[in-house]
């Protein structure tokens, strides 16, 4: 799974305002290896990429505190397989 480290590179990376798409974006650019790891690691589900976004959008809201983002509004944008999909915009606190 994603680390708080990793986390912290990919959110160093983004804009001030960024959402749940723009980060798991960069996360798949940064650390391809672990992504595909990550979709490895639920081969048996049916829908790969969905469960692993939302568990990757899950660690975002458990640790947002420690990295140091806050909750936005919701919105829509393209997902990795390029389907406009409703997720979460976050914005840096410092």
Same mark, same amino acid.
């Given at each position: #799974?994603?680390?708080? /480290?990793?986390?912290? +590179?990919?959110? &160093?990376?983004? =804009? #001030?305002?960024?959402?749940? &798409?723009? $980060?798991?974006?960069?996360?798949?650019?940064? $650390?391809? !290896? /672990?992504?595909?790891? #990550?979709?490895? /690691?639920?081969?048996?589900?049916?829908? @790969? $990429?969905?469960?692993?976004?939302?568990?990757?959008? !899950?660690?975002?809201?458990?640790? &947002?505190?420690?990295?140091? @983002?806050?909750?936005?509004?919701?919105?829509?944008? =393209?997902? +990795?397989?390029?389907? #406009?999909?409703?997720?979460?915009?976050?914005?840096?606190? !410092?």
């Amino acid at each position: #799974m994603i680390t708080i /480290e990793e986390a912290n +590179v990919v959110i &160093h990376n983004l =804009p #001030m305002e960024f959402d749940s &798409h723009d $980060f798991i974006n960069s996360y798949l650019t940064l $650390f391809e !290896r /672990e992504y595909v790891n #990550m979709l490895l /690691e639920n081969i048996e589900c049916e829908s @790969i $990429f969905r469960i692993v976004n939302s568990k990757i959008g !899950r660690f975002l809201v458990d640790n &947002h505190s420690e990295l140091n @983002i806050d909750k936005d509004i919701r919105v829509n944008s =393209p997902n +990795v397989r390029g389907n #406009m999909t409703d997720n979460q915009n976050w914005r840096k606190t !410092r």
